[in-house]
């Protein structure tokens, strides 16, 4: 059993498509998280949702919107999709925000090209 | 705020060999300590983590790692690598008082030679 699955794994577009990355966990957990991944390998937060609430907005475009219908699944939309968003986003799950000793399991990953 | 620093971004090391890959973080609060590996084309895993006690901590295939406060360090060692070692290795931190909001290290690529 997958514990943490997104689609599609790879996703290749033009600039100014909209695009979605959908992710589900089958963990039970009350958090979920995106990630984005750049071509050095760096990882940085972008949202985080507890129970369908959004908890962390880092500093993304507002191209950038995150939904969550319920807190098993958390996807994440692209609208006006530029080069720079070329990267690998991983979706993650932990048990609870407010626990920060608890890790975080994380999906496969979505390889985003842009071209 | 917290940061961590990874001060290897690759480190080759031949089969067998011994490993270690460094790991320093600041923070003016409590924290707590994470390395997780990436394997090629895959998300990350945990390895260990620390959040008291025994300042060794071992996790899954071999590793273990060793919190030292006055150090502000987490070093991740192996005493003797297998080529399925090869991967992208992450030191992370959250600290007490905040939500989990992990900051990761950049990363050490651990290359194993055969």
């Known amino acids: 059993d997958t514990a943490v699955s997104q689609t599609p794994k790879y996703l290749v577009t033009q600039m100014g498509n909209d695009k979605s990355i959908k992710c589900e966990q089958n963990l039970g957990h009350d958090t979920m998280y995106w990630y984005k991944q750049d071509s050095k390998k760096f990882l940085k937060i972008m949202f985080s949702?507890?129970?369908?609430?959004?908890?962390i907005n880092e500093t993304v475009p507002n191209r950038f919107s995150p939904k969550s219908p319920d807190k098993a699944h958390l996807n994440l939309h692209i609208n006006s999709l530029e080069l720079g968003d070329s990267a690998v986003y991983f979706c993650?799950?932990?048990?609870?925000?407010?626990?920060?000793?608890?890790?975080?399991?994380f999906g496969p990953g979505t390889r985003l090209t842009v071209t | 705020a917290q940061s961590v620093t990874q001060l290897d971004s690759q480190v080759p090391v031949f089969e067998e060999a011994p490993v270690e890959l460094r790991c320093n973080y600041s923070s003016s609060v409590s924290v707590y300590l994470f390395w997780y590996v990436q394997y090629p084309n895959q998300g990350l895993q945990l390895l260990l983590k620390y959040l008291s006690g025994s300042t060794l901590v071992k996790g899954i295939n071999g590793f273990e790692a060793e919190f030292n406060k006055s150090q502000t360090s987490f070093h991740l060692r192996k005493p003797s690598v297998h080529i399925s070692d090869t991967a992208e290795y992450f030191c992370a931190v959250t600290y007490s008082g905040g939500y989990q909001k992990v900051t990761f290290g950049i990363g050490t690529k651990l290359q194993v030679i055969p």
């Open positions: 949702y507890n129970n369908k609430e959004l908890i």
């Open positions: 993650a799950s932990s048990q609870d925000f407010r626990a920060y000793s608890y890790e975080q399991y």
